[in-house]
């Protein structure tokens, strides 16, 4: 009996002027030339004006240097959830994979991910990821992983993101029908979910690391603020008004992002390492 093919996918790849066009060119043949199973398309959604060097890369994947292309070009920077889901909106697959423009996918990535999606059984699938940075090799960092099955996504849901951003594969018309990306700073992805899940999308995981992360000095940095808890704060009402907690739930997300917004970038990133990420659920 013949093998049935995968199903032919896009990968979204977001841009903006502080990405390095080293790191990207990297990223972009990560998903695309170096993958066992190479996407249909790829869709890089450049939020406002880039420089130079990233405007030579993105020359040179609208000639086709990567296979089929799209570039799509915006003359102001709007933010994360507005290129993304412009990028959704003209994907011609059902089937989207989300990437970053410096991290790394690893080679077999798409071909572990993409039949999984085959055969109507899933919407929605992330893996496990490993950091790198400058100073550690791909392959060496610390393990990020999620909960695998359906069951543990949903049980999870409530309490933190259950997908890492940038391994997520999925149905497009399912995330439309949810409403797509919508603007909540740095918490968009983690809204998509919840809307997904509660649309009766099917979810999970694997537990096989499947793509590199990028971390950097300033990524706990980053996760900290009173912008940050503005916007978990705006997520948790949502989450209330939905039924996704209850009003204990609310008051105890809210206490634990507060105290982990609020610290120092080091502290934050002792509180990730040693309280969030070793009891995130591991591969049975």
């Given at each position: 009996?013949?093998?049935v093919?995968?199903?032919?996918?896009?990968?979204?790849?977001p841009?903006?002027?502080?990405?390095?066009?080293?790191?990207?060119?990297?990223?972009?043949?990560?998903?695309?030339?170096?993958?066992?199973?190479?996407?249909?398309?790829?869709?890089v959604t450049?939020d406002?004006?880039?420089?130079?060097?990233?405007d030579?890369?993105?020359a040179?994947?609208e000639?086709?240097?990567?296979?089929?292309?799209?570039?799509?070009?915006?003359?102001?920077?709007?933010?994360?959830?507005?290129?993304?889901?412009d990028?959704?909106?003209?994907?011609?697959?059902?089937?989207i994979?989300?990437?970053?423009?410096?991290?790394?996918?690893?080679?077999?990535?798409?071909?572990?991910?993409?039949?999984?999606l085959?055969?109507g059984?899933?919407?929605?699938?992330?893996?496990?990821?490993?950091?790198?940075?400058?100073?550690?090799?791909?392959?060496?960092?610390?393990?990020?992983?999620?909960?695998?099955?359906?069951?543990?996504?949903?049980?999870?849901?409530?309490v933190h993101s259950?997908?890492?951003?940038?391994?997520?594969?999925?149905?497009?018309?399912?995330?439309l029908a949810?409403?797509?990306?919508?603007?909540?700073?740095h918490?968009?992805?983690?809204?998509?979910w919840e809307?997904m899940?509660?649309a009766?999308a099917?979810?999970g995981?694997?537990?096989?690391?499947?793509?590199?992360?990028?971390?950097d000095?300033?990524?706990?940095?980053?996760?900290?603020?009173?912008?940050?808890?503005?916007?978990d704060?705006r997520?948790q009402?949502?989450?209330?008004r939905d039924r996704?907690?209850?009003p204990w739930?609310?008051?105890?997300?809210?206490a634990s992002r507060?105290?982990y917004?609020?610290?120092?970038?080091a502290?934050?990133?002792?509180v990730?390492r040693?309280f969030v990420?070793?009891f995130?659920?591991?591969?049975?």
């Open positions: 009996m013949n093998e093919a995968p199903p032919p996918f896009t990968v979204v790849m841009l903006w002027r502080g990405d390095r066009a080293d790191r990207f060119r990297a990223a972009a043949r990560s998903a695309t030339l170096e993958q066992d199973l190479r996407p249909a398309h790829l869709i450049v406002g004006p880039v420089g130079p060097e990233l030579r890369e993105l040179g994947i000639t086709g240097e990567l296979g089929p292309a799209l570039v799509l070009r915006h003359d102001r920077h709007r933010g994360l959830a507005p290129a993304l889901q990028a959704l909106d003209r994907a011609e697959t059902e089937i994979a989300r990437a970053d423009a410096d991290d790394l996918c690893r080679r077999d990535r798409f071909a572990r991910q993409i039949p999984a085959a055969d059984q899933l919407d929605l699938l992330g893996c496990a990821m490993q950091e790198f940075s400058d100073d550690v090799a791909p392959g060496t960092g610390p393990l990020r992983r999620r909960p695998l099955s359906h069951e543990e996504v949903v049980a999870y849901l409530p259950p997908f890492h951003h940038p391994t997520v594969v999925m149905r497009a018309p399912v995330a949810a409403g797509g990306y919508r603007e909540l700073d918490l968009e992805d983690y809204w998509l809307r899940v509660l009766g099917r979810c995981n694997l537990p096989d690391v499947l793509v590199d992360y990028r971390v000095e300033d990524l706990f940095a980053r996760r900290g603020g009173w912008g940050m808890l503005a916007s704060l997520l009402r949502i989450f209330l996704v907690i209850g739930g609310f008051v105890r997300n809210l507060g105290a917004r609020l610290v120092p970038g502290a934050r990133r002792f990730y040693t990420e070793p995130s659920p591991r591969s049975r």
